[in-house]
């Protein structure tokens, strides 16, 4: 079955660590993108990449880094410079087929991040 | 004004009732429209794309006014699997740009 799988599924940090959150694909698609949710709040935008070894800073990057070094994965790094941390974390992929206009996104099942 | 914007609700309904949602969106080069559904603690699933024409799905209906810059979703004979939070997108920067706005969402709880 093709999909998105995040991992983990719960994550729990100290404070001043770095943490690695994982988002592999199977669809063949193009574009991933990472975003985080927060209690009663929409979706922000991280960080996104429409080919492989590049990637775009979203509207919140700042204390998140990113690789694309394959297709199938956007891993995001959450680093000890980010002030709050705990949220849920979303990973998406979408095609990037020539001029299509209906990109819709796929989420994986999120990782929930706690820092203790 | 925000990007996306939508009626937080909650929006409390009985069973079998109909009931609509609204978003508006401020960029007018928008592109793109679509309605997710998100459960509680989930990740958020595309449940339709919105086309100009408007168009529906079994129960669901989707319809867009460029005019207005805003979008609706009409969800009739409402089931208890309906309860969920439906979230409003759009691809605010047009052809080209892969990038979605989301809405804060609207939360619906359907009543036995």
């Known amino acids: 079955d093709g999909g998105i799988t995040q991992s983990p599924k719960y994550l729990f940090r100290k404070e001043g660590q770095n943490v690695t959150l994982s988002c592999e694909q199977n669809l063949n698609h193009d574009a991933m993108y990472w975003y985080r949710q927060d209690p009663g709040q929409g979706l922000r935008l991280i960080y996104y990449s429409q080919i492989v070894n590049d990637f775009q800073k979203g509207d919140i990057a700042e204390g998140y880094s990113v690789s694309r070094e394959k297709k199938e994965s956007f891993p995001l790094t959450v680093t000890s410079a980010q002030k709050n941390p705990t949220a849920f974390y979303l990973c998406?992929?979408?095609?990037?087929?020539?001029?299509?206009?209906?990109?819709?996104?796929?989420f994986g099942p999120g990782t929930r991040l706690t820092v203790l | 004004r925000k990007e996306v914007e939508q009626d937080p609700g909650p929006f409390n309904v009985p069973e079998g009732a109909t009931v609509a949602f609204n978003c508006t969106y401020s960029n007018s080069a928008s592109q793109s429209f679509f309605w997710y559904r998100q459960d509680c603690r989930k990740e958020p699933k595309l449940l339709m794309s919105?086309?100009?024409s408007g168009n529906e799905d079994g129960r669901f209906t989707a319809q867009l006014n460029r005019a207005s810059q805003y979008i609706s979703l009409l969800i009739r004979d409402s089931k208890l699997s309906d309860s969920a939070t439906y979230l409003c997108?759009?691809?605010?920067?047009?052809?080209?740009?892969?990038?979605?706005?989301f809405g804060k969402g609207t939360k619906l709880s359907v009543i036995p």
């Open positions: 997108v759009v691809n605010p920067s047009g052809a080209g740009s892969y990038q979605l706005t």
């Open positions: 919105v086309y100009s």
């Open positions: 998406a992929s979408s095609m990037t087929s020539g001029g299509t206009s209906n990109n819709e996104q796929f």
